[in-house]
């Protein structure tokens, strides 16, 4: 055992295949004054007992990209280390019994053969020459990835932390952390074998994360699940198909039925993920142990019973093995079932590489996307999908994270729709106007925890959760979505929109601080505008809009999702000993958007606020006595103000407004009216359209560079790309003639064979009446008047180009009515 060194540069906290892994990347990237910290031995927590499946498929492109990297990774690991492993790549079949699971899985095939992987389609006719012990009732098709597989874990972890020692990284076993302090800028971690001063630290400690997080004052958002699999004894059927092909089965998932099934030597592992599943170690009743390094939960057999008689039906051979292995062990769950990757908030110097619902699968990318963060302060790809900061402190509520963690556990594989709203744990937060919108007929999505109205439904309309649960458009929302559209375009509509995350910035030097932030002018005082900020890399880290109230006082709104990781940002290019105060302001109030042509003739009778002041300017008035600061913009896209108000305040002005607006034909609108209203006039979503993925310059923002003025952050980036040129270009697309689905996040596009770019989002404008997508494509495929193809769910839909300029009042005319 290595002894515990006085200082390093980073330690990582726990040993499992996460932690070595970002210890490997670490000392690859050429950091290796770095030690990793484990209680007991390598591989004692979740990773011992994984089964250790490694997909590569996933509905979320950074998830695909980080398990595409694993494999990868793990194909040549053995022989890059000179360690042994047991890797076998036998490909697996993902059954689908439904038209919309196809769709998923032709959506999926098309995202993996833009990252260069070959997944297929099977029909009925092509699985039993894939899988000749399947039986095919109930079935619509597969698809096949000839990448998935399974390893060995322990093999894995050791090889992993072989190739880091060999580098100079250490590994200090037996180790527990027991405190932690910070101490002229460095952490200085207390242990069982003596106190270690280092730089960084990284939570890697797999279902302990949640322990080791409260040492640094961090509370993590996750919970626990007891996961079972059954191993079964030898299959002799099997084993002689085996011996003939000369090679195992195909891994089999039935996810529709919520199973894998994989052969395992010559018997079979079958892991159900069952809805009438168990949260451990999230009670006062039944606390996490000080040790559970090596140890199983008791078998829980009547929860499978289920799992177990539908794949013997499925794969009759399973029915003539006896049982051999009941594992049960703890598995860590975030709130979305998607791992912590990426700076731990609010904490300096620290970070979070856990919570790994599928840690052996994704492993090695983890390894490469935490080395990323931790030597150079980002990503090779956008990794918001599993950044800490997507959550904020509801998140972390004991009975919050055991709710959505048993839901997401209990629909592992489920489709993810895009109108479908996931129930459980909520509602967490509510507008304070939440009872007089549900009384409209609202029909609720939540973002950050916040309770927003998606649609509103008349009575008669279908409001069940199966009613959501496909890719159509033609939901029963759509004829609502529709009227909600015209009502902004012909009359006016108010939306409740709570959580916009808010900063106020104040002091000698703020407006020279937020310059050399932005990439374009900070606005002038009574004004707002959109601020774009780059990394180094010229690439676009985030959007906020900039609303001057003095010289040196600005407010700063930017989405509601982006509230830790916007404040981060900012608070982390606050120049030391500056007489700038920066402050999170988020709970202490409230918007409500106000647009339509009749929205002037609205609050021209509730305030004596001068109403034609123009477009991007914002005032302070009183509606109903009540204070509120009126902002002369609308992401709809028609003359509108944003009414923005302290959260006490927020019911009195809405009843005010929604008094005087019913001579005007007044009416509610949601965010899927939004969403529409926002497409046809091209304007950019954050973590859809607008990402680390790209560059300011490829998002069409380059009006938004001012290029005169002094250095800013990315800067010299932007004019080298700028000298050279931009290789992909934004740009709105319109489908010629729609099929039933509008095009997801990520849809491949095409111009004859070649793969010229990808959506970003997509929708039905229904102002315009078109399908609309807006992409990232080819700077060659970006002019107007191109013609491409978008691949739809597995189908070819010829598409316009239109550049960037808006579908809808390209000449702003009606928004600076």
């Known amino acids: 055992m290595s002894e515990l060194p006085s200082q390093a540069r980073v330690a990582i906290i726990g040993g499992g295949a996460v932690g070595v892994s970002a210890l490997y990347h670490l000392a690859k990237a050429g950091w290796t004054d770095c030690v990793l910290l484990e209680k007991n031995e390598l591989t004692s927590g979740s990773t011992w007992h994984a089964a250790g499946n490694v997909p590569t498929f996933s509905s979320s492109w950074s998830v695909m990209n980080m398990q595409r990297y694993s494999a990868q990774l793990y194909r040549g690991l053995a022989d890059e280390v000179g360690y042994p492993m047991n890797y076998h790549v036998t490909g697996s079949v993902r059954l689908a019994h439904t038209k919309e699971r196809m769709q998923e899985f032709a959506r999926v095939k098309a995202m993996g053969r833009h990252q260069g992987m070959e997944i297929d389609l099977l029909g009925l006719d092509e699985l039993k020459a894939r899988y000749p012990f399947l039986e095919r009732h109930g079935l619509k098709g597969a698809l096949y990835d000839p990448n998935d597989g399974d390893i060995d874990p322990a093999q894995l972890t050791q090889a992993l932390a072989k190739g880091a020692r060999d580098m100079g990284a250490k590994i200090v076993r037996f180790c527990p952390l027991t405190g932690v302090r910070r101490e002229n800028d460095l952490w200085k971690l207390a242990t069982s074998e003596g106190e270690i001063a280092c730089e960084i ?142 700076p731990m908030p609010g904490v300096p110097n620290a970070f979070e590489a856990c919570v790994f619902t599928f840690g052996i699968a994704q ?157 374009g002018a900070v606005p002038k005082p009574g004004r707002i505008g959109l601020g774009y900020f780059a990394d180094a890399k010229g690439r676009l880290v985030t959007e906020m809009s900039i609303m001057a109230v003095a010289d040196d006082f600005f407010f700063l709104i930017t989405a509601a999702a982006a509230e830790l990781h916007d404040f981060e940002w900012l608070a982390k290019h606050l120049p030391q000993g500056s007489a700038i105060a920066l402050q999170n302001v988020t709970d202490a109030f409230s918007c409500q958007i106000l647009t339509g042509p009749g929205s002037r003739a609205i609050l021209a009778a509730i305030t004596d606020a001068d109403l034609s002041r123009p477009w991007l300017t914002h005032q302070s008035a009183q509606i109903a006595g009540q204070w509120c600061q009126l902002v002369r913009v609308s992401f709809a896209g028609e003359l509108g103000w944003e009414i923005h108000t302290r959260i006490e305040d927020t019911a009195p002005i809405f009843d005010a407004v929604w008094a005087a607006g019913q001579k005007h034909g007044l009416k509610p609108f949601g965010m899927f009216a939004l969403d529409s209203l926002r497409l046809e006039k091209g304007y950019r979503g954050w973590k859809q359209d607008l990402s680390t993925d790209y560059s300011v310059l490829q998002c069409g923002l380059e009006r938004f560079v001012k290029w005169d003025k002094p250095d800013f952050l990315g800067k010299a980036a ?100």
């Not at 007891?226 to 998932?253: C, N, T």
């Not at 199973?259 to 999230?282: D, F, I, S, V």
């Not at 239109?802 to 579908?807: E, Q």
């Open 363 to 519: 492993a090695g990318g983890a390894g490469k996307v935490l080395a990323e963060w931790v030597t150079q302060g980002a990503t090779e790809w956008d990794m918001w999908s599993c950044d800490p900061r997507r959550f904020t402190a509801f998140a972390s509520a004991p009975d919050y994270a055991v709710a959505k963690g048993m839901e997401v556990y209990g629909h592992e594989y489920a489709i993810h729709f895009p109108r479908h709203a996931w129930p459980a744990g909520r509602p967490a937060k509510l507008s304070a106007i939440h009872d007089r919108i549900a009384a409209f007929g609202a029909q609720f999505g939540a973002t950050n925890g916040w309770e927003r109205a998606n649609w509103y439904a008349q009575p008669g309309d279908d409001t069940s959760e199966a009613a959501t649960q496909t890719f159509e458009r033609d939901g029963p929302w759509q004829k609502r979505v529709r009227e909600e559209c015209h009502t902004v375009r012909d009359a006016a509509g108010i939306l409740d929109l709570p959580g916009f995350s808010r900063y106020r910035v104040q002091g000698d030097g703020a407006r020279d601080w937020l310059a050399s932030l932005i990439t």
């Open 718 to 817: 932007l004019a080298s790309e700028k000298q050279v040129g931009v290789t992909k270009r934004f740009a709105i697309l319109t489908l010629d003639t729609p099929g039933a689905c509008d095009a997801p996040y990520m849809s491949t596009v095409w111009h004859g064979n070649e793969i010229v770019g990808e959506t970003t989002s997509g929708g039905w404008g229904h102002r315009v009446d078109q399908s609309i997508a807006l992409a990232m494509l080819r700077a060659d495929c970006a002019k107007p008047g191109s013609r491409v193809e978008i691949e739809i769910f597995g189908e070819r839909f010829a598409a316009t180009v239109h550049g960037d300029a808006p579908l809808w009042d390209p000449e702003n005319a009606r928004l600076k009515a």
């Open 201 to 342: 630290v990284v939570n890697a400690a797999g279902y302990r994360a949640g322990e080791v997080g409260r040492m640094f004052g961090r509370d993590v958002p996750m919970m626990v699940m007891s996961h079972q699999y059954i191993l079964f004894e030898e299959i002799p059927e099997l084993a002689a198909w085996s011996e003939e092909a000369g090679r195992k089965l195909p891994l089999l998932r039935d996810v529709d039925s919520s199973y894998y099934l994989r052969q395992e030597k010559t018997g079979m592992n079958l892991g159900p993920y069952e809805r009438n599943c168990r949260a451990h170690w999230a009670s006062s009743d039944d606390p996490m142990p000080d040790d559970f390094s090596f140890q199983l939960f008791p078998d829980d057999l009547d929860r499978l019973e289920w799992y177990l008689e539908d794949a013997v039906k499925r794969v009759p051979i399973l029915g003539t093995a006896g049982l051999s292995k009941v594992i049960n062990g703890p598995i860590p769950y975030a709130p979305d079932g998607n791992p912590l990757i990426g």
